[in-house]
């Protein structure tokens, strides 16, 4: 997938379940974001880290968290507290700076069940 | 901060015909355009992009073009095929969010046989 790999790919969540998806890179971009995607909509961003041991919320951080412990890895937690989590959540990554795009895992679909 | 506009949203043309699909953004500071494509069910994925220093870039059936001083940019493909049915995201990069892409909403286009 292009050095950027979500899992799992297919995911149900319980109510009341917290859940963790997984996204690894190898492409040593400093910058990774996760972005979530609903039916027939566009791309909302839930977290960004420009760098290791820093993150910062995006425009809907409630209900999730991160961590960025190792510069390839991000790994997202969608909590309990998150009501409506069932969407196809999108990891990416990108090399610092303002010219460059990002490198799209291929998703992780969350059902809650 | 940077807000972006895409349109249309939907976008239907008879194969061999022409799509455009416009963007227009808000912070003058903005200095890099990409484009996505985005399958059903699969990653976005980047197709063509472009900088402030450059008005048009070409890449075989795909162009993009733009006019920072009316702050919009086009994407043209040419000579249609079923095979680009996809939802297409346009984006813009400023320095004001850090180097973060701020998404369009997106446009579904559908080439009829």
């Known amino acids: 997938d292009g050095g950027i790999t979500q899992s799992p790919k297919y995911l149900f969540r319980k109510e009341g379940q917290n859940v963790t998806l997984s996204c690894e890179q190898n492409?040593?971009?400093?910058?990774m974001y996760w972005y979530r995607q609903d039916p027939g909509q566009g791309l909302r961003l839930i977290y960004y880290s420009q760098i290791v041991n820093d993150f910062q919320k995006g425009d809907i951080a409630e209900g999730y968290s991160v961590s960025r412990e190792k510069k390839e890895s991000f790994p997202l937690t969608v909590t309990s507290a998150q009501k409506n989590p069932t969407a196809f959540y999108l990891c990416?990554?990108?090399?610092?700076?303002?010219?460059?795009?990002?490198?799209f895992g291929s998703g992780t679909r969350l059902t809650v069940v | 901060g940077e807000n972006v506009e895409q349109h249309p949203s939907t976008l239907s043309v008879q194969e061999g015909d022409s799509a455009v699909i416009k963007c227009t953004y808000s912070d003058s500071a903005s200095n890099y355009f990409p484009w996505y494509k985005q399958e059903l069910g699969k990653r976005p994925q980047l197709i063509i992009d472009i900088r402030s220093n450059v008005g048009e870039k070409k890449d075989q059936r795909i162009a993009v073009t733009l006019n920072k001083t009316a702050k919009h940019f086009s994407l043209h493909i040419t000579e249609t095929q079923p095979e680009d049915s996809a939802v297409y995201f346009c984006a813009a990069s400023t320095r004001g969010s850090q180097g973060n892409l701020i998404f369009g909403k997106g446009t579904k286009l559908s080439v009829k046989p």
């Open positions: 492409l040593n971009h400093d910058a």
């Open positions: 990416a990554s990108s090399p610092p700076g303002t010219l460059y795009g990002y490198t």
